[in-house]
């Protein structure tokens, strides 16, 4: 089946059987996600931190700019990744909008490696902790002066949780905590109460298997209706 008429099904003709499984979204339709949040005051612009796996970070990344984008009608948002050294797999990317393409550029002159696609601006982060930590601060106030109101941002670490980022997952409003089906239930579970214990509002979900939710939104495209119902509830409680 092409990726073309998988989009068309999902948005012209559905057939019967197309109905969100547990499997394709981030999670189980009907559940609220599993989360703490402690009580703060959204930031502007928002940021959005995700911690999940290295092969993971790219897609999930992208897939929650995209719907930062749409939620706060920004024409841009700047996804930082990082993947602890794991080069990315090649993905193919649509072409930057105007906003995402100059705000790509601005970050490429101050030394970042960015590349824009579609309403995204991707800066991929060096695989030293340190150094990783620093250049996404520094993205961050890129990304906060590009314009009147600021770029939201997305910090997608693909990796163990490090001292490094506390810092950084600390000041995000949302901290999104993405494992795969197979993995123990325990591990988002402690991962959440961790990050909640320091008052970092916090949610977990399960990482989506459906290739071309995922292809798409690293494109830089659209989001698929399932994971933009799922991922609303998600981004919904930064309010």
Known sequence: MSLLRLVCEHFVAPSDDSRVRPHEGFVPPGEDPDGACAVSVPRTPPGVGLLCGPADAPALGAALGLLLARRHRAAAVAVCVWTGGRPPAGAWRAPALPAARRLASGLVARGHDAIGAGRLATVRLPAACDD????????????????????????????????????????????????????????????????????????????????????????????????????????????
């Open 132 to 239: 990783a930590a620093t250049e996404a601060r520094r993205a961050a106030a890129a990304a906060a002066a590009a314009s009147a109101g600021g770029v939201p941002t997305v910090l997608a670490l693909g990796g163990p949780r490090v001292a490094a980022f506390d810092a950084l997952l600390a000041e995000q409003d949302l901290v999104v905590v993405a494992t795969r089906s197979s993995a123990a239930p325990a591990l988002a579970r402690l991962a959440v109460e961790g990050l909640a214990a320091e008052a970092v509002c916090t949610c977990a979900c399960e990482v989506p298997r459906a290739w071309q939710a995922r292809a798409l939104a690293e494109a830089g495209l659209m989001l698929l209706p399932s994971a933009r119902r799922a991922l609303a509830g998600l981004v919904g409680a930064m309010s």
